[in-house]
């Protein structure tokens, strides 16, 4: 494809539910990222992927979060027992020379 | 806690003139990045300047950066209605790191006005 892409682009759940978000980077890229974002802040980073394993987690917020790519290519983003302070946007990102990060157009997730 | 932070949090301005927004950061980096995000969703990268750089443009584009002042600015000249996005400035956690997370600012909110 073209860009990154994100599936959904909105979801709507409940309380307690489990949720899953996927992005598909760009062919080729070896890393990949995900971040978070709630209304009017930057991007705060989540996950980071280099190939197949994260290379970097620390980002995650708590056990309820979870995220693999288990092919090197597409990425789930998984979330356990949402809560309403869950609710952001959640953006995917892929790079090859880990400078310039390519984003996809993020997953808008409510919990009521 | 974040790495860069943008000023000013708000700009508003007619077209046709020029709009400077400026970033802080904390720690030694190697690159500072700004991005460009419309109506809250997927951003666009715009630029990268690397540590060892002190000006580059792009376009309409102009950024700085002042290593002993840990701070950058871009500047976008004749600015049009369509500019109207929040930016964003983006560094990797150290000098040296690649490959890695981008720390990013609360970002600046740019109105440009027919």
């Given at each position: 494809?073209?860009?990154?892409?994100?599936?959904?682009?909105?979801?709507?759940?409940?309380?307690?539910?489990?949720?899953?978000?996927?992005?598909d980077?760009i062919?080729?890229?070896?890393?990949?990222?995900w971040?978070?974002?709630s209304?009017?802040?930057?991007?705060?980073?989540?996950?980071?992927?280099?190939?197949?394993?994260?290379?970097?987690?620390?980002?995650?917020?708590?056990?309820?979060?979870?995220?693999?790519r288990?092919?090197g290519?597409?990425?789930?983003l998984?979330?356990q027992?949402?809560?309403?302070?869950?609710?952001?946007?959640?953006?995917?990102?892929?790079?090859?020379?880990?400078?310039?990060?390519?984003?996809?157009?993020?997953?808008?997730?409510?919990?009521? | 806690?974040?790495?860069?932070?943008?000023?000013?949090?708000?700009?508003?301005?007619?077209?046709g003139?020029?709009?400077?927004?400026?970033?802080?950061?904390?720690t030694?980096?190697?690159?500072?990045?700004?991005?460009?995000?419309?109506?809250?969703?997927?951003?666009?990268?715009?630029i990268?300047?690397?540590?060892?750089?002190?000006?580059?443009?792009?376009?309409?584009?102009r950024?700085?950066?002042?290593?002993s002042?840990?701070?950058?600015?871009?500047?976008?000249?004749?600015?049009?209605?369509?500019?109207?996005?929040?930016?964003f400035?983006?560094?990797?956690?150290?000098s040296?790191?690649?490959?890695?997370?981008?720390?990013?600012?609360?970002g600046?909110?740019?109105?440009?006005?027919?």
């Amino acid at each position: 494809g073209a860009g990154v892409s994100q599936t959904p682009s909105n979801k709507v759940t409940e309380k307690g539910k489990y949720v899953e978000l996927r992005c598909d980077p760009i062919s080729g890229h070896t890393a990949l990222y995900w971040y978070r974002q709630s209304l009017g802040q930057g991007p705060e980073f989540l996950i980071y992927f280099q190939g197949t394993g994260a290379a970097d987690d620390s980002g995650l917020p708590n056990d309820r979060f979870f995220a693999v790519r288990p092919e090197g290519s597409v990425s789930t983003l998984k979330i356990q027992r949402t809560e309403r302070g869950d609710s952001a946007v959640y953006l995917c990102a892929s790079s090859s020379t880990g400078d310039e990060q390519f984003f996809g157009p993020g997953t808008r997730l409510t919990v009521l | 806690s974040q790495q860069g932070e943008e000023d000013p949090q708000a700009l508003s301005i007619q077209e046709g003139e020029n709009a400077t927004m400026n970033c802080s950061y904390k720690t030694s980096i190697n690159n500072l990045q700004w991005y460009r995000q419309n109506s809250g969703r997927g951003l666009v990268h715009l630029i990268l300047i690397r540590s060892n750089e002190r000006e580059k443009h792009s376009g309409r584009l102009r950024v700085t950066l002042d290593t002993s002042k840990k701070s950058s600015s871009l500047l976008i000249t004749a600015s049009r209605a369509a500019d109207t996005a929040s930016y964003f400035c983006a560094t990797p956690p150290r000098s040296g790191s690649t490959l890695g997370r981008l720390y990013f600012g609360r970002g600046t909110q740019l109105t440009v006005w027919p």
